[in-house]
Each structure stands twice: as structure tokens, then as C-alpha cells.
């Protein structure tokens, strides 16, 4: 492992943009700050214009193993992940077999070790097998290093089962995570209900499905004292509720994806399955919510959502494809074009990605400082690159971004101050 | 590329839909001087791919295509759940393999046409997806009207019933709103698709205020077979007490309105008996007799790339 400085390079720090270098010595961040020197021996990295982040934390992923290999695996995931400058992922439970397990979860948590590009921080299964039935062991899952619980794409349905599930999981100070759509009124849709899903013939899901899980999850968390997290949000009405209940002191938070506050509804046109999303792509007007609960805090994280699927997963006709998008490699520069269109500030769109989300995994990463282990991204913000799919890193190529020009380059990524990519 | 296919209404304009009109009245003196036209389309390979079962409109394509002369080939797919995104696909690229020319498809998910179209070489003509579109039968009754009403523009059209489910109300509304006409769709609400009355129709969930004064009054078959659990109407008695169209009810409408339907019917569920053989008001047989024509004029537009492009 060598030691390198990288220099005058403007730095993402907690306190902000500062113009300076940073040194790494044996996989640490040893020092930043305005002109450092080089020392002997130090590998000096420059690059004009760009930005040296940490290392992007992820914190909702399925990487199609164990189950579906055929999608990803830890391996393809991990390129995909370094490509786009992703450090930390945190690792949907809802895989083949689901993640009840205390072996399991070591298990993923060790794939990454083995891996060295990424650490995977493996979520537990909120109850058996993600089926919807029995509480998982959250205490045991804890321990083996789950960070969290969620049953992944499939709402935890029951009112009776999510209040246990809040409440059993405070004891162990766990939060429970929740795929917000009601399982009644999602079911069998396709397509955000409105003219558009009318005019294509497709079985629609009112997008009130949304806030009405969401506001019996509030109510629920309230009566049991336990912590919540909503997995994407994507409507301006669940916003609300979310941003009321942090008023009132509810442990609640949330998070949201790029394909939500980049694309809308009309994605879907000619039938284009790439676009299909559960949940679904929104109206305009809820497309712009989401944007402003990134800008005034109500929501905590952008995850990449990553959901790997191949060609025979996706050409089909709309209802029966599956639903996601291949996430990993375009996660920063989607992000960043709304730093563009100066929706979010530089800042606060790095903050969504690194520091706040390693918060809520409750990690030592995400931040730039002096002794914390040397997980970097450094980019171009203004260096633009084509989305191709078939050309992406990694197995996964169902990206619903295929042929967008986007500005934000990543030219290195290191985890543990070893170089993984660039 | 959708120049080569015919997916749907949306997509062709006012005078693409005059001059397929125009070419289906030839057919349909053509057809009534019994003479055919079997050089049009001689050497060509028209293929019914039916995933979906269907009597009337296979054999309307089936008897269009020979009298134009093109080779007709029926091919029913028996769907399993499992195994229907598959064969769609490998379907494709069989019949690629086969040169077929024309590809008539009825599937029973929206888009099924739209994604083989993606896939094959030959014109695909959708007869009937999921509940999206239905174009030749928008078309039909599009005929049907004209020859009895002497105009497609400035009337009034009331569709009545199951309006969610039907794919041939939204070809209708959207041929029929395009023409420039006044499109009522009338029903209980849970049979009405979201936010339909922002697509230039008005909505009736009364049938007195949806049937006053209209020139065509059309009903729709309540599809029971689309229905999830639960039901959307309590019983089939209660829907015709308030939608089945009777006499009663048709005369709410002008006192020559016409009564159409797509068929097939549930005699009593959406439409009565009397209203449906009623040798005046009635022009339920034509529709099926303006079919044939109306999918000649596509067949050979597609076939020769005439109407197609501009």
C-alpha cells in the first residue's frame, strides 16, 4: 500500500468546500488542510477542478447474491460500486435465501472483506424468510452486525405484525425499515394511477398508497416508542407527514432514490420497462416534492437502490417485468445534476450521499478528517461521461438513464487508501 | 418505425383516419358486389398470433386477408402463467424466421404488440391488448357511424359500462375525441380508469345524464373474467338495474340514436335483448360486417406502405 498526497484539490469536509491536500499514510487519512507538503516518498495525485469526497455510502442495495447470481454478484457489484465511487454498502436482506440468519449476515459482512473494495453492511430480515410472518431474531442478527430491518421490496403488510416488529426491535435500539406502499392498493399495479397509466392500459397504484402506509407506520412508531425508516419515498404527501413527525419528535427517517427526483412518470412511455419501478415513477408535481424534502433535510439519504435484473427480467410485457434499476454507477453524477440545477447545493448533495447516510448506518465513515480510515472518491464535477447500457461496470446493465449524458466523473476511488478504481 | 405498424389510435391523425375510412367503404361495396381483390396482397404471409381467445375478430382478419389474397395463418398460443413472456419473444423470433409480412397479435397484457413490434420484421397490427387499445375496432365503429349518421365529427357518443377494463373504449374515445366529437363515458365509478375525465371526455356515473341527447349510444361488456376479488359492482342485476341499456334507458338518448357494442354480449348484464335485435336502432351487425372491410383497408395500407407514409 502506498502513501500518497493527493493535492490542491478542493475537499468535501463536514464544515464544507475548502481548497487544500490530503495526505494518506498506511490507509488513513493522516492529515488535510491548505498546502500540506509532500513528504519522501509520498505519491503525489493532482487533478484540476476536481473534488476529493469520501468514499460514497450506500444504504440500500440488493446485489442479486446469494439467490440471483445471474444478476450481480458481490464480485460484479463490487466494480459497479467502485466505479461509482461507493465505499459502504448496505445490503437488502431480501435475497434467496433471505437474511434471517446470524450465519448469513456474517456472511455477507465477510464477502466484503474478502472483496477489499467495499464494506457490505448487511440488513437482517425484518420477519422469516422476508415472508411477511414471524419476527425475525433481531437481537441475535444485531449481534452478528445487522444494521437494520426491512423485509426489502415487500411492505411489512400487517398493522398487528409492524407494531411487534417497532416495538420488539427498541429494545435493541433497532429500526425497522419499511418499503411504504400498502399492500392492498399496490397490489398487482404496475404503473403510478393517474391519465398516464389510463391512456397505456396499465393496473394502476394511487399514489396515496404511499402516505397511507406511511401514516400508519408514524402512528404505529409513536405507540411503541420504536424507530422508523422509510426506504424511497417518492411522494410529496408521505414528505409531509415524515417532515410533521420529526416536528413532534417521532424517530423517524427517510430516504429516496435518484430515479425519483430525476425522472417522472412519463419514463414509462412506449412501454419502456427500464423505467418500471416499485415503486413506481411519480407525477411531476411529486418529482419536485421530493426535491425540496432533499434541499430542507426531510429526507436523510440518497440510496442508489440498486436492483440488478437482466434483458429476460425486462422484456416482457410491462405488468409481468420486473421491477428496478441498476443503480451503483450512476448514483454520484445523477445526484450531482441537481447541483446543476441548483436544487441542492455541492454540499448538501455530498452530505446525502456520505456523511449522513454512515451516520444512520451508525459508522466510522463518510467524513473527511484527520484519522479516519481513507475511503475517497475523488471526481470531476463538470467532466461528463455517457450512460450506455451493455457498457456499464459490473454485470447489472437495466439502468433507466441509458443514453443520458452526465456531468460528474468519477477519476478515483480508494477504499482503505487503496486505489479501486481509476 | 410505428409508421409500420398500427399499435393504436394514438399515433394516427384526423386525415390518416378520413383515408382509411374512405378505402374501407370501397371494401365494403367491394364485399357486397361479391368481387374480390385477391392480387392486392398475393405472396404475402399474414399471420393471426392470438394469445387470448377470440371468435369474431380472428376470423374478421382471417377473412380479410384472403380476400385480398394474402396467405392467412391462425396461430392460438395457450399462455401459462409462467411461461408467457418467453413465448412472446421466442415467438418473435420464429416467425422472423417464417418472412412473415403481416402480424395481426391479441395478447392479454398492454403492450404485448408494442414490444413485438421491437422484435419482428413484419408490420404488427394490434387486435386487442390487455386494456389498452383496440385499434381496428375503434375504427369499425368509426365506419359503422359515418355510413349511418353521415358524418364522424360533431356528435354526441355515450359508452356505457365497464369503461376500466375495456380496451375498445379507450380506441373509441380516442378516435372519437380526435374527429371532434363529444365523448360521454358512463358507469359506476369503481369501472372508470383514473383521471380519465382529464383526457377530453366527460365522465357519467348517471346513466339519465350521460344518455341525454347523445346520437350513438355503445355498450360495453362487463368483464367479469378482469375483475380482482372483491368485485367492482355488488351483482350483475344491480348493474343492469342502473347500466344494463334497455329501452327504458335508450330513450333518455335522441330518438334516433343508434345502439352499437363491440361484442361479445352478456344478454342482460349491459344490454337488453330487445335493444340489441331492435331492427332500427340497432346497428350491432354492421359493425361486425364494417370489421371486415376496415381491416382490408389497414391490411393493404400496412402491406403496401400507402397511407403510411406522408
Redesign the interface.
Known amino acids: 500500500m502506498t502513501d500518497f498526497l493527493v493535492g490542491d484539490v478542493t475537499l468535501a469536509t463536514p464544515e464544507g468546500l475548502l481548497r487544500g491536500d490530503l495526505l494518506v499514510r498506511d490507509g488513513r487519512i493522516a492529515g488535510l488542510g491548505p498546502t500540506l507538503g509532500r513528504p519522501d516518498g509520498v505519491e503525489l495525485i493532482t487533478a484540476e477542478g476536481a473534488i476529493l469526497a469520501p468514499g460514497l455510502v450506500d444504504i440500500r442495495a440488493s446485489l442479486g447474491e446469494p439467490g440471483y447470481e445471474y444478476r450481480e454478484t458481490f464480485a460484479s457489484a463490487a466494480r459497479a460500486a467502485a466505479a461509482g465511487g461507493i465505499t459502504t454498502i448496505a445490503v437488502l436482506p431480501d435475497s434467496q435465501p433471505a437474511i434471517d440468519d446470524p450465519a448469513l449476515v456474517r456472511l455477507i459482512a465477510a464477502r466484503g472483506e474478502e472483496l477489499g473494495s467495499v464494506t457490505l453492511v448487511p440488513y437482517g430480515a425484518a420477519t422469516r424468510g422476508c415472508a411477511g410472518a414471524e419476527l425475525a431474531e433481531y437481537g441475535l442478527l444485531k449481534a452478528a452486525g445487522a444494521v437494520a430491518f426491512t423485509d426489502g421490496r415487500r411492505t411489512i403488510a400487517s398493522s398487528r405484525l409492524m407494531r411487534r416488529a417497532l416495538s420488539y426491535a427498541s429494545a435493541f435500539s433497532a429500526r425497522i425499515v419499511q418499503h411504504p406502499e400498502d399492500a392492498e392498493l399496490a ?2 399495479g404496475a404503473a403510478t ?3 398516464r ?8 397504484i ?1 399514489a396515496a398508497a404511499e402516505a397511507i402506509c406511511v401514516a400508519r407506520d408514524l402512528r404505529l412508531a409513536e405507540l411503541t416508542g420504536g424507530a422508523i425508516h422509510f426506504a424511497h419515498v417518492t411522494t410529496g404527501e408521505a414528505c409531509a407527514l415524515i417532515r410533521q413527525a420529526k416536528d413532534r419528535g417521532v424517530h423517524v427517517t427517510c430516504d429516496t432514490a435518484p430515479p425519483y427526483f430525476d425522472l417522472n412518470e412519463t419514463a414509462i412511455g ?2 419502456r420497462t427500464y423505467a418500471k419501478f416499485s415503486p413506481p415513477l411519480r407525477a411531476e408535481a411529486d418529482r419536485q416534492a421530493i426535491l425540496a424534502a432533499l434541499a430542507d433535510g426531510t429526507i436523510d439519504a440518497i440510496a442508489s437502490d440498486h436492483q440488478p435484473r437482466d434483458a ?1 427480467d425486462k ?6 417485468a420486473s421491477a428496478g434499476g441498476a443503480g451503483l454507477a450512476t448514483l454520484l453524477a445523477v445526484t450531482l445534476a441537481q447541483v446543476k440545477a441548483e436544487t441542492l447545493t455541492m454540499h448538501q448533495a455530498l452530505a446525502l450521499l456520505t456523511e449522513k447516510p454512515a451516520k444512520w448506518l451508525g459508522i466510522d465513515a463518510g467524513v473527511l478528517r484527520r484519522g479516519a480510515v481513507a475511503d475517497l472518491c475523488l471526481f470531476h464535477p463538470e467532466k461528463s461521461w455517457l450512460v450506455e447500457a451493455g457498457k456499464l461496470p459490473g454485470k447489472a446493465q437495466n439502468t433507466p438513464f441509458d443514453g443520458r449524458a452526465l456531468e460528474g466523473k468519477i477519476l478515483g476511488t480508494w477504499k482503505a487508501g487503496r486505489r479501486v478504481f481509476g | 418505425m410505428t409508421n409500420r405498424h398500427l399499435l393504436g389510435i394514438e399515433g394516427l391523425s384526423p386525415p390518416k383516419i378520413t383515408a382509411l375510412l374512405d378505402l374501407a367503404e370501397n371494401y365494403v361495396l367491394l364485399n357486397r358486389s361479391g368481387k374480390t381483390q385477391r392480387d392486392l396482397l398475393r405472396g404475402r404471409t399474414l399471420i393471426n398470433l392470438f394469445f387470448e381467445d377470440s371468435t369474431r375478430t380472428r376470423t374478421s382478419f382471417e377473412l380479410a386477408g384472403k380476400r385480398l389474397g394474402a396467405d392467412v395463418i391462425n396461430m392460438s398460443v395457450a399462455t401459462s402463467s409462467v411461461s408467457k413472456g418467453e413465448t412472446l419473444l421466442d415467438t418473435a423470433a420464429t416467425l422472423n424466421a417464417m418472412n412473415c409480412d403481416l402480424l395481426v397479435v391479441r395478447h392479454n397484457q398492454s403492450g404485448a404488440p408494442a414490444l413485438l413490434a421491437q422484435k419482428v420484421e413484419a408490420s404488427v397490427i394490434n387486435a386487442g391488448d390487455g386494456t389498452h387499445e383496440h385499434p381496428t375496432q375503434a375504427l369499425l365503429d368509426a365506419l359503422t357511424i359515418r355510413r349511418n349518421k353521415g358524418r364522424i365529427d360533431g356528435l354526441t357518443i355515450a359508452i356505457c359500462g365497464d369503461i376500466l377494463h375495456s380496451r375498445v373504449a379507450r380506441s373509441n374515445f380516442l378516435l372519437l375525441t380526435m374527429m371532434g366529437n363529444q365523448v360521454r363515458l358512463v358507469g359506476p365509478p369503481t369501472l372508470m380508469p383514473a383521471e380519465v375525465g382529464s383526457l377530453g371526455v366527460t365522465v357519467h356515473h348517471d346513466m339519465r345524464e350521460g344518455l341525454a341527447g347523445a346520437d350513438i349510444v355503445m355498450a360495453l361488456r362487463l368483464q367479469k373474467e378482469r375483475m380482482s376479488k372483491g368485485g367492482m359492482v355488488p351483482s350483475a342485476r344491480e348493474f343492469f338495474a342502473f347500466y344494463g341499456l334497455n329501452a327504458e334507458k335508450l330513450a333518455w338518448a335522441k330518438p334516433d340514436a343508434l345502439v352499437m357494442h363491440p361484442g361479445p354480449m352478456n344478454r342482460g348484464v349491459e344490454i337488453d335483448s330487445a335493444v340489441a335485435d331492435d331492427p332500427v336502432r340497432s346497428v350491432i351487425k354492421e359493425q361486425v360486417e364494417m370489421g371486415v372491410a376496415v381491416r382490408m383497408a389497414v391490411l393493404e395500407s400496412l402491406a403496401r406502405g400507402t397511407l403510411w407514409n406522408d
Open positions: 397490489e398487482g394511477e393517474g391519465a397509466a389510463t391512456i397505456m392500459g396499465l393496473p394502476g394511487p412506449d412501454f429476460d422484456r416482457l410485457p410491462f405488468a409481468e
